[in-house]
């Protein structure tokens, strides 16, 4: 790490004691790019709005950028962010992090040998917590700076649920959106956007898929699945980041021992993803060194952000504020 790039005084960042002498700290990012610097990589890791904007102006400066999800608030500027990677000739890496937990490996690998014989049907359950202790900056209670702002946050497909449509589209391809119902049932006094939805889809040759979806959950997460439901068997993958394997009845395939995924990225008041992060570094380190391919190229990140943008587009004539 050779520099960090922030409104907030290294006070409120809680710097690590190491790096409070060896590591600057920039309060502007035209003055990091600026600076004269040499950086090799740009993580950007920034509230979901701010993604494309920053992105572009480190690929203009000729750095390689690390996006977090999502890459985009919407498919221009994903395209914004591609164009200007060509142009400058420098890697766009995206943060899908949960590709890497050993459940959501393996899954991608069975649709990859074709065991489970033609896809049928794939159903996405994802149930959270995100109350009061989310959008608030505790203990003083004051509005988070983004969370709930739609502009900056875009929604809980995009900020808490992005990555399970990318495993959607990792594993199977093309998701077309059919049709989307949504309402804010938990949430009225703290945001305009929808905190719950359900969701159709459709996936290549024909397989029909479904996505419910809610912030609502009382006091911790719930849960979030996928079920596979296929021509040879069927598989569901569970646990609240799907991140285990609770059922496998396919022909010719055993019920797989997989090694214990990462824990939770732990908030304090809420939980997020798998801590996966590391591996995306590795990848990052491993490309620019010539030993690997990018493992979440920009275009894939696009591919979520464009199926994100087709179901709020398709969900607007229900109504986010109230029930359909």
Request: proline share 5%; hydrophobic share 40%.
């Amino acid at each position: 790490m050779v520099a960090i790039c922030d409104p907030l005084p290294k006070e409120q960042l809680n710097y690590p004691s190491g790096l409070h002498t060896s590591v600057p700290l920039f309060n502007d990012l035209n003055a990091l790019l600026s600076s004269g610097i040499a950086i090799d990589v740009v993580c950007i890791c920034t509230p979901n709005g701010l993604h494309a904007r920053q992105a572009i102006e480190c690929l203009e400066a000729g750095k390689h950028v690390v996006i977090e999800k999502p890459i985009a608030l919407n498919v221009a500027d994903c395209e914004a962010i591609i164009f200007a990677a060509s142009q400058a000739k420098k890697i766009v890496f995206g943060v899908m992090q949960n590709r890497y937990s050993p459940a959501s490996a393996w899954l991608k690998e069975q649709t990859e040998t074709g065991v489970l014989g033609k896809i049928l049907q794939v159903h996405l359950n994802c149930f959270w917590n995100r109350d009061h202790r989310y959008y608030t900056l505790l203990p003083d209670g004051k509005p988070h700076p983004w969370h709930g702002d739609e502009a900056l946050d875009g929604g809980v497909l995009f900020t808490q649920f992005a990555h399970f449509i990318d495993l959607l589209c990792w594993c199977f391809g093309d998701v077309t959106a059919r049709s989307a119902h949504f309402a804010n049932q938990n949430h009225k006094d703290i945001h305009a956007f929808a905190d719950t939805g359900t969701v159709h889809f459709s996936l290549d040759q024909g397989a029909l898929g479904s996505l419910n979806f809610s912030t609502a959950i009382w006091d911790q997460n719930f849960e979030s699945t996928l079920t596979v439901i296929a021509e040879r068997g069927t598989i569901k993958l569970g646990g609240q980041y799907m991140n285990e394997v609770i059922y496998c009845h396919v022909d010719g395939l055993d019920f797989p021992d997989l090694p214990p995924s990462s824990p939770a990225n732990n908030y304090g008041p809420y939980q997020g993803s798998a801590a996966n992060h590391h591996f995306v570094i590795d990848n990052v380190v491993d490309v620019l060194n010539g030993n690997a391919t990018v493992a979440t190229p920009a275009e894939e990140g696009l591919a979520v952000v464009k199926v994100i943008q087709d179901i709020y587009a398709l969900g607007a004539g229900a109504g986010a504020g109230s029930p359909w």
